[in-house]
């Protein structure tokens, strides 16, 4: 059975090399997803790709929505719009440390000068979506972008890391199910953007409010359907820590923000607002659906009233009260 988690890969339009969407786009175009989905199901013999932006692959009413696959061509011509070019790999002069060298002579991708760099982000206790992180950066390195992979700890890599801009892009997991206006908002939504304060300090008398770990930044620029440059945040102050964005993109399209909005108030139907924002979700060419998850469940004959149905937590463990051991 399916369950509710999916697995998707997400590029960060705020970093320098990743805001023209036709880059975006491109590196997208590059990952072969069947392949990246067939890691992911690891030995489980029937894979589930996702293919479209907000519902998934177990939610009522989804039908793939994704866009026919690019091909290499294709891509390469997006990059070289661009501004990029490959260049030749000559072996007899020096690599610059750290950047991985494509093999068999493929060149490397630059724009004057400069290598195409990614860096992809995931949970190093996540062994799947590290496999799937290396296969993909194994795919970009083919083609010649200098793809890397960054394994790191969970809080780090979506608290530090994410405010401070140290990955280009993250391969995890993000919950399935639920309220599907509550999810697009918090994926997609203008002010999921925006960073906020968690404080940890203990209650008590204070002379003056604590101060917000932004208060003394300058205001970055409101987000618009390109990447925005954001302003790293001071240091947060005693007793604070700083919430990740919820929208790890850095970018949303404020054309459609006011169906989001009415989405989640209740005045359009989700159904119709999905269908007339999915095409434009997936031109920002952001987020890559892979795969949902899947596992095997089984009850022996010893036990009767089980439900093998649903989601695992409420499908069929939320009913054990009517299990009954079968009589010997």
């Known amino acids: 059975i399916v369950t509710p988690r999916v697995m998707q890969l997400t590029l960060r339009a705020q970093q320098p090399a990743l805001a023209d969407s036709q880059v975006r786009k491109a590196i997208l175009g590059l990952l072969d997803v069947d392949l990246l989905a067939s890691v992911g199901a690891g030995d489980d013999n029937t894979v589930t790709l996702a293919q479209a932006q907000v519902r998934s692959p177990s ?21 070289a719009d661009a501004g990029y070019q490959v260049q030749p790999v000559e072996t007899t002069s020096p690599t610059t440390p750290g950047t991985p060298v494509p093999e068999n002579n493929r060149g490397r ?25 290396n296969t993909a950066a194994d795919q970009l390195r083919n083609v010649g972008i200098a793809a890397s992979v960054s394994a790191l700890d969970p809080v780090a890599l979506y ?3 994410l405010i401070n801009n140290r990955v280009d892009a993250v391969v995890g997991w993000h919950q399935a199910g639920g309220d599907l206006a509550t999810s697009l908002a918090s994926r997609y939504g203008c002010p999921a953007l925006e960073a906020t304060a968690v404080s940890t300090a203990t209650t ?9 770990p932004t208060s003394n930044a300058p205001v970055p620029p409101r987000p618009t359907t390109t990447a925005t440059p954001t302003t790293p945040s001071p240091a947060p102050e005693a007793g604070q820590l700083v919430q990740a964005h919820r929208n790890i993109t850095g970018m949303c399209d404020r054309s459609i923000q006011s169906k989001i909005d009415a989405a989640l108030d209740g005045t359009e139907d989700i159904g119709e607002v999905i269908n007339a924002v999915e095409p434009r979700l997936w031109n920002m060419s952001t987020v890559l659906p892979i795969l949902q998850d899947t596992t095997i469940v089984a009850a022996g004959p010893s036990v009767q009233n089980v439900s093998l149905s649903g989601a695992v937590p409420v499908g069929i463990v939320g009913d054990a009260g009517k299990w009954v051991k079968a009589p010997q």
Request: no cysteine; aromatic share 2%; charged share 10%.
């Open 204 to 212: 008590g008398p204070t002379s003056s409010p604590s101060p917000s």
């Open 59 to 79: 939610d009522p009413g989804y039908v793939p929505t994704a866009p026919p696959a690019m091909t290499k061509e294709g891509a390469l011509t997006l990059l």
């Open 109 to 133: 991708i630059t724009k004057d000068g400069v290598p195409l760099t990614l860096v992809l982000g995931v949970a190093a206790n996540d062994p799947t979506a590290v496999a799937v992180a």
């Open 159 to 161: 608290g530090d890391a």
